[in-house]
């Protein structure tokens, strides 16, 4: 269940759900690289929305709200928020009703798969540039951002 405003860290909290139900006013952003890093840890973007929307929110900052987070296949449904608890609510209901094992071995399969495909390695990769770009910003700005970023994201911020 989603709703608002998920940010960078908040990406890596959403996209280790099996189902995400987000509100109408939800919004996925990673700005980070304004900051002179790459995406957060969680470095699942290309398997989330597509390599090319991988690039342009990480590229330009630019949140995608929750109509096109499901259209790019990251958001299972979108409901009006003050429906969002039911609706999520009853399709955990729903699944309860599966059984277990066969629950257990179709997660197991879908994750295998991804796995597969380099998830996992990409992860992994993420998180060594991410550590090269946090040592980079110490050696150059003598702190683990550089600190232009917020002057950026403000910018975007007051374009809008």
Known sequence: EVQGKVIAGGLMLV???????ASEDATFSDPVVAFGVNG??????????????????????EAVDAEE?????MVNHVVPNEELTKFTTDMA????????????????????MQD???????????????QLGHSNNNQVHGMGVDPRGMEIIRAQAKKK
């Open 69 to 73: 987070a499901k259209s790019l296949g």
């Open 116 to 130: 597969s495909q380099g998830l996992w390695t990409a992860l992994q990769a993420a998180m060594s540039l991410q």
């Open 15 to 21: 996209w280790v759900c099996d189902l995400i139900i």
């Open 93 to 112: 209901e729903h699944i309860a009703q599966r059984p277990s094992m066969g629950l257990k071995l179709a997660k197991q399969s879908v994750n295998q």
């Open 40 to 61: 957060v840890e969680y470095f699942a973007h290309p398997w989330e929305v597509g390599v090319r929307k991988a690039k342009e929110m990480l590229f330009t900052g």
